[in-house]
């Protein structure tokens, strides 16, 4: 597992299974792929397609993302 820090843009190329933590605010965007997305202590999850994105406002989230199906670019950027 990766741990990324969502204070800086970033692009997280991430291959089938691979699982990465993220901690904060952020604006997720799929460039490619398919990205599931959970956050701790939210009984939610998202799916996000290719062209689809997600905004996570708590900066105290602990996030996990993963590929599924393949490989997958996530695109990261701090909420202002």
Do not use: F, K, N
Request: net charge negative; hydrophobic share 45%.
């Amino acid at each position: 597992m990766i741990a990324i820090d969502t204070t800086a843009p970033a692009r997280l190329q991430l291959q089938r299974g691979q699982t990465s933590r993220l901690t904060g605010a952020a604006h997720l965007a799929s460039s490619a792929g398919t990205i599931w997305v959970t956050i701790d202590h939210d009984p939610r999850d998202w799916v996000l397609e290719a062209g689809e994105t997600l905004d996570v406002a708590d900066g105290a989230a602990e996030l996990m993302v993963s590929a599924l199906g393949g490989p997958a670019t996530l695109e990261l950027r701090p909420l202002p």
